[in-house]
């Protein structure tokens, strides 16, 4: 995802979360408040920081007056106590954009810091970690990002972009080969085609049919080894499906290329982070 892409896809979310939260109305408490303000995004916790430019795209929709200066870039790591940003404007734009930009920080930060941790996990190997298709509905871009702050690559990010045979093709397709062939004959220019197999028969069948990738789901390190010497170099291999933390090393010394997590977006803890006024 190119800056650009990066920073429309965060106007976008400020606007529709601000939508939310302000409705037309406006901040009916805040705007009590007269003057100018300053104030600061403290961690409360250690983590990696992800959502930076959600937070300078909140600040802008809400005042264009309200400045933000980040002290921590995203993807750095960060401890407890740190001042990651500071906010300078009308105190009443402050106060209305405080919780729109805390959450897209803490979200976000939870998603790049649970990422560092997988991926600290396969440091010394070359097996990757990759996000999956599961993220928060209309949030995927600033999730997706989030994973590559994090040290993680994105995957593919949506059904458009990469062709990939999954266990509900293959059923309806009747088979591997099938499903494969169907997939080939409805696009025309096809560069890579990722098929998911659940056990070593499939994966047989994945191969003689020309799959340039291997998604291993659901299977237990011993047959994820065995599935990886039988392709012997022939495909690049993916695992997936129910990958713990505490699981990633030993599958990544399986010789795989990507280790794919879901959890990465679905069970990321919000990072503790506070906004507090300077007086």
Same mark, same amino acid.
């Given at each position: ?33 007269? +003057? ?57 734009? !402050? ?33 990757? !970690? ?7 509905? +209309? ?34 397709? +009747? ?10 004959? +409805? #696009? ?72 794919? #997590? ?18």
């Amino acid at each position: 995802m190119t800056a650009r892409c990066y920073r429309e896809a965060a106007y976008e979310a400020a606007r529709r979360a601000l939508a939310e939260d302000l409705a037309g109305y406006g901040d009916i408490t805040g705007a009590a408040f007269a +003057g100018p303000g300053a104030a600061r995004v403290v961690a409360r916790e250690a983590g990696t920081l992800s959502g930076a430019a959600a937070l300078e795209a909140t600040a802008a929709l809400v005042d264009p007056r309200l400045g933000v200066e980040q002290a921590i870039a995203d993807g750095q790591a960060f401890a407890a106590g740190v001042t990651l940003a500071t906010l300078r404007g009308p105190l009443a734009a !402050i106060l209305a954009a405080e919780r729109t930009g805390l959450n897209f920080l803490c979200r976000l930060s939870g998603v790049a810091t649970l990422t560092a941790r997988y991926v600290a996990e396969a440091a010394g190997t070359d097996a990757r !970690i990759a996000a999956t298709r599961k993220t928060t509905p +209309g949030l995927r871009a600033l999730e997706k990002q989030a994973v590559v702050h994090g040290g993680g690559t994105p995957h593919r990010f949506g059904l458009f972009d990469a062709a990939m045979v999954k266990d509900n093709h293959i059923a309806a397709a +009747g088979g591997v080969r099938p499903a494969v062939d169907l997939v080939r004959a +409805g #696009v025309a220019r096809l560069h890579a085609l990722e098929v998911e197999v659940d056990t070593l028969d499939q994966l047989d069948e994945a191969l003689e049919a020309g799959a340039s990738i291997v998604l291993l789901d659901n299977m237990d390190t011993p047959t994820v080894r065995a599935a990886v010497e039988r392709v012997a170099g022939r495909a690049l291999v993916e695992v997936s499906g129910g990958v713990r933390l505490e699981r990633v090393r030993e599958l990544a010394a399986t010789g795989v290329d990507v280790i794919s #997590v879901g959890a990465l977006t679905t069970r990321a803890p919000w990072i503790d982070l506070s906004l507090d006024l300077e007086h």
